[in-house]
């Protein structure tokens, strides 16, 4: 069965999350530029995941099948969008397109 | 031990390995999802390189404030899952009912948000084929963006809709008392995917209002 986890990891957890959110909000407000701006709210977002995934998901406490599991998904994304973009971003640009 | 011998599905050896094929299920249902909300992440990326600007000035037109609460609120709702299978893994099935219906109060709160922040893009003339009015710069870009948006949000909130049906058939077998510290996989199975839905709108709100 699931690990029991404490319920203090997730109230730390829920106030990391409300802090992460605030944080990423403040900082839309700085314009950093693109693609800067692009890649610190999506950091900051992955951080937030890994944060949900982790403890309200158990998966820090679950077998290492789950891990698996997760890990597939992960990669999968990965190869989406790396693959998808390493085309989109070196294709020559038509002149009146 | 009477309930764990009715909870138990013949196939399996115990409940352990009852609650390890289940939330492995759950998990490779959950991995379709990623690849489904995926290829819509990928097209917006693609499109958002292409028309940047475009898409930053659709993005300027939401409502960030409102944006950011519905995160609070969704947040808030995976907190109160979170202790809604802690009380059901402690056998608390009083407790295990109220944070299940907090988590459906929370859910349905943003619902009625993200519905008056359509309602507010419909007078605002931002919602392509029913009401477009927005003739500014990059203006079929802005239409793009705001297709996207619509798609993507209107999607995950039908997600957040079955999540508060699913939650409603676990209130009402919480009731009925089928839920013990020994069974209560439903519970985290039904709680992966509401903090899957979640996770999608961890994404979605720096895509769409944040990244301006």
């Known amino acids: 069965m699931a690990a029991v986890v404490p319920r203090r990891i997730y109230y730390r957890v829920y106030v990391a999350l409300l802090g992460l959110a605030l944080l990423t909000w403040g900082l839309s407000y700085v314009h950093l530029g693109d693609p800067l701006s692009a890649i610190v709210a999506l950091t900051i977002a992955i951080g937030k995941a890994l944060l949900v995934v982790l403890f309200f998901m158990h998966v820090r406490y679950s077998s290492w099948l789950t891990w698996v599991f997760v890990g597939a998904g992960i990669a999968w994304m990965g190869h989406l969008l790396i693959l998808t973009m390493s085309d989109y971003l070196t294709r020559a640009t038509v002149p009146g397109w | ?212």
């Open chain 2, 1 to 212: 031990m009477a309930e764990q011998r009715t909870a138990l599905a013949h196939q399996f050896d115990d409940l352990a390995q009852q609650y390890e094929a289940s939330n492995l299920g759950m998990w490779a249902f959950l991995l379709t999802e990623v690849m489904f909300f995926g290829g819509l992440f990928v097209s917006y990326t693609v499109y958002r390189t292409a028309y940047l600007a475009g898409f930053i000035a659709g993005s300027q037109h939401l409502n960030v404030l409102l944006g950011t609460l519905n995160t609070a609120v969704l947040l808030s709702s995976s907190l109160t899952m979170a202790l809604a299978v802690h009380a059901a893994q402690e056998g608390h099935t009083r407790l295990l009912s109220r944070f299940l219906l907090l988590t459906m109060l929370l859910g349905l709160v943003f619902l009625g948000i993200k519905g008056y922040e359509y309602a507010l893009e419909y007078h605002e003339g931002l919602v392509p084929a029913l009401n477009f009015a927005y003739t500014g710069p990059h203006a079929p870009q802005v239409k793009l963006f705001m297709i996207f948006y619509f798609v993507m949000t209107s999607l995950h909130a039908l997600h957040m809709l079955i999540g508060l049906s699913l939650l409603t058939v676990l209130v009402v077998l919480a009731w009925r008392g089928r839920f013990s510290a020994a069974y209560h996989t439903p519970v985290e199975v039904i709680g992966l995917y509401w903090h899957f839905v979640d996770i999608v709108w961890i994404f979605l709100y720096p895509l769409l209002y944040l990244v301006r």
